[in-house]
């Protein structure tokens, strides 16, 4: 089994290649971040001394303090509420029988493919008539509802792993159903229900369509994506390097999270993806 | 959506073999409602709801503000009629390559590549090249923003290497700004693709390959022989995912061009917008909404079935 | 049990679908005409006593970015003199704030003061929707009518917002605005030239300054009216500014598609071709191009007189009006109009707000900020540029008069005219084309 050195070779440069065009662009902005404001370098060399002074004044300027606040808020808020109501209904396809299954299951299915774009108008109007728009509210409920289907598929997959002996050992000791879920099911899936949450995190985190169209008028709610685009629209800061250092303000917690829990982003987007 | 899941371990499910004979109303676990309500509760409300409206909506000549007109199918009508429409839709076809099939591409170009070789700290690389696809798309378009600036990294370095002719304003330009933020989305969707990929390939078992090789099978004919069939349902998952994906472009595009110059970056999801939210034509801007919605189904669909497991015979379902 | 099953399904199916039908069968917007309350009028202005008896309130107001310095010195003087007030202020750039404040001003928490913007995108849907008080009244009490002119006809809607130009005055603004030229006095010289006052010598200047090397005229469109600005210009030396005007109001039968505004559009995309024009405007911020033009790149820049804060050496800059062929028309018109809510709870101390920011005190105010007072202000003093402003400002106003901004005209000309005029510009589209398309809008927009 003998595979040529030059093969190898190339397979090592082709992913080294590959890793440097994927972080050259972020780089590049963290580079322009660090510039003095005013000295442009066009990228082509470092600048002649390097300063944090662009982050600051980003800092101030854009309230990203109260962005990143709110991005958090948000994005728990869906995590838990989406979660929350994905064990329970995921329970029931998983363990129950009951008339209608499958055409809600159907139901379901077709909230994966459906875009934002398709119901975004309606939303507006509807959280307008509850008085909910330009609050934390309007971009929580829509976007557990958004992050239902792939919730409730994930968990009833979650679940078909549990073995039954366990399930129905549980019950002959006398437990209930609701005993049952919160006893036995839910702690054997916790590795699941965790990689579901990071997923959503990651997802609600980087939103930007939502928060655009509902709550642009309450800077105390815009989540940080969206406050990086007013940031980066506006021409009172057109300084690139302070635009720059707004952007890497933005991008840095999710960041540091994925180096954190890198291996459950990935395994939760490909078993995410495959899923639908 | 797909025939396609993931191995699953622990013992199959029993669901129906074994059926435990019960009385007839007892057959059905009636309190699963109550489990369901919650989910379905935010679902219809939010979702479902919203869907049918948009329908709704599309019948009507609205401002979003002062009362509506009852039009029938005029927005249909003129939306289907509308030349900004169809270059818009035109423009998301071409996002389509740049989105989907290129990544998917050039995927499988680094996928055959490494199919052969054990590479040390292949966890570590496709920790990086997925980088871009976790990214806010904002921060994405910001950054690209300063690649293809007049003064940016890639001006400089054409200036550089002595192709000054090329050099230009990327996004501003009207036969480079399509193209430009095309790549863009090749750079984001390449990550998602590759960790697609070589999951898939981890679930090739190593006889295949050798079996291929005791055939005399060089890089080339293994690629094709084993590791693409193999990666059939990968494939199928990520053309779904970065099609739809291109279709709805909006946040790239409304954070680099805003669909200039004139119109040529302009998509769908961009009049969308602009006609709720900016101009205050909500009925049409729903009509758009509803057709980018039948396209995005149409074409989904299209693409799954082009890409049909062709040889599992039986019809999923069942007692999943 | 598959019948049992069936129906059952079918059942939950038709319950599902009849809850959808009814949530959705009802006309969208149809209970949602705003209430109009009985306006409260004013005879006087406002007094500290009157705005006291509405107890803490907080007023919150929207305004445009380029307010910023004006406001910086305004809010104060406001919260000073009306102390139970608290104003709470946000900018926005000028195309968020076109897009969001008919919305915003609809909306439960509506601002009590907001900018907007003449023509029928902003103020005409504001005052069509029912959601601005009529400021006939203010008007008067603050001695704004006689300051404004017969130019207030810009800030005048019919009480249905269907006619532009009549009826009632529904915002105020306090300043002047107009698109000129600005010149580098220094390199014109060297050049052997002076100020450039009609289009033959705009020209002529252009190729001198290209033969010599230099970037004629410094362009930033990115963000698409500037170059629409730019044209207007042109566009005022070749066409009648009282025709454009009529076009912009709405007035029937105009027609913009003619051949004068044709020779405009050619001669803009000569320019380009001549390569007079700075190269990747399209993908240049103006503010990028003005401060480029400040250090001393190119000849020539065209654009509002707001620049006059980034090109403000008067000594080595000139800022001259339009061309005389059209009497100095061009693009022009009041700064962004300030409204009162109409569901403003604080209506008086709205109203005491917008009062300050267009009353003659304020006037002094606004002219330390570079900006040209409607009221009447002192001299200049030694400041060169701002004298040439007021200059520039009197000269036009006693010519042809301004020619208000295209993108007025209908809620869809700013993409429909600048989008097009990129595309005429990068010789994509010709002339008739654009025009053709312009026109098309306006006429749909009209008959609906």
Known sequence: MRIRRSEQLLGLLLLIVGALLALLPFLSIVLLALTPSGERTGGGGLPSSLTLENFATAWTRGGFGQALWSSLVVAVAVVLGASLVSVLAGYAFSTMRFPGRFVLLGILLVGLVMPYEGIIVPLYYLLEGMGLLNTYWALILPQIATSVSLGVLWMRTAYANVPRSLGEAASIDGAGRWATLWRVYVPVSAPAIATLGTLLFLYTWNEFLMALVLVPQNPDVQTAPLALSFFAGSTRNFDPSVTAAAAVIVALPILVVYAIFQRRFITGVVAGAVKE | MTTLSPPRPGPARATGSAPRRRPLLRRYDWDAYLYLVPAFAFYLVFLVRPVVESIWIALFDWDGITASEWVGFDNFADVLADPQIWQATLHSLVFVVFYALLPTALALVFVGAIARIRVRGLAAFRALLFVPYILSTVVVAISWRWIFAETGPLNTALRAIGLDGLTRTWLGDFTTALPSVGIIGTWVMFGLAFVLFVSGLQNIPAEQFEAARLDGAGPVREFFAVTLPALRGEIQVALVLMITAALRNFDIVWNTTAGGPGTSTTVPSYFIYREAFVTHQVGRASAIAVVLTLLIFAIVGAVMWLTRDRDAAAPRGGTR | ?448
């Open chain 3, 1 to 448: 049990m598959p019948t049992r099953r069936m129906r059952l399904t079918g059942a939950a199916a038709a319950v599902t679908a009849l809850a959808l039908g009814l949530a959705a069968c009802s006309a969208p917007g149809g209970s949602r005409t705003a209430p109009s309350a009985p306006v409260e009028e004013i005879t006087a202005p406002v007094t500290p006593e009157q705005v006291a008896e509405l107890g803490e309130v907080t007023l919150n107001v929207w305004a445009d970015q380029g307010e910023q310095d004006f406001m910086d010195q305004l809010v104060p003087a406001y919260e000073a003199e009306f102390p139970n007030v608290t104003v709470d202020i946000q900018f926005k750039s000028f195309n968020d704030l076109t897009a969001t404040v008919l919305n915003a001003m609809n909306s439960a928490d509506a601002p009590d003061v907001a900018q907007g913007n003449q023509g029928w995108a902003t103020d005409g849907a504001l005052v069509k929707a029912g959601l601005i008080r009529p400021l006939d009244d203010v008007a008067d009490a603050y001695d704004y009518r006689d300051a404004a002119g017969d130019a207030i006809t810009q800030l005048q809607w019919s009480e249905d917002g269907s006619a532009f130009g009549e009826g009632a005055v529904y915002g105020m603004s306090p300043d002047n605005q107009m698109v000129g030229l600005f010149s580098n006095r220094e390199k014109l010289a060297a050049l052997g030239l002076g100020t450039p006052t009609t289009l033959d010598e705009l020209e002529a200047a252009f190729a001198a300054a290209k033969a010599a090397g230099q970037t004629p005229l410094v362009l930033g469109n990115a963000d698409k009216a500037s170059a629409m600005q730019t044209f207007s210009i042109l566009q005022g030396a070749l066409t009648p500014a009282a025709d454009t005007r009529e076009w912009i109001t709405g007035a029937k039968d105009a027609d913009f598609a003619v051949d004068s505004n044709r020779e405009a559009l050619d001669r803009f995309a000569e320019w380009v071709a001549k390569g007079y024009v700075s190269a990747g405007y399209d993908g240049t911020s103006p503010d990028d191009a003005a401060a480029a033009f400040a250090s001393g790149e190119g000849v020539f820049f065209i654009g509002g007189n707001w620049y006059a804060g980034a090109i403000s050496d008067g000594a080595a800059f000139d800022f001259t009006p339009g061309l005389s062929d059209g009497d100095y028309a061009s693009s022009g018109s009041f700064g962004m109009p300030w409204h009162v809510s109409s569901k403003s709870d604080a209506t008086l101390a709205a109203i005491a707000f917008v009062g300050m920011v267009n009353s003659p005190e304020s006037a002094e105010l606004l002219a330390g900020t570079h900006r040209v007072p409607i009221q009447p202000v002192e001299a200049a003093g030694d400041d060169a540029m701002f004298a040439a402003l007021l200059d520039a400002s009197a000269t036009q106003l006693d010519g042809a008069g301004p020619l208000y901004w295209y993108d007025w005209a209908t809620d869809t000309m700013f993409d429909t005219f600048t989008g097009g005029l990129q595309e005429v510009l990068a010789g994509r589209e010709s002339a008739d084309a654009l025009l053709e398309r312009v026109q098309s809008d306006w006429v749909d927009f009209h008959t609906d």
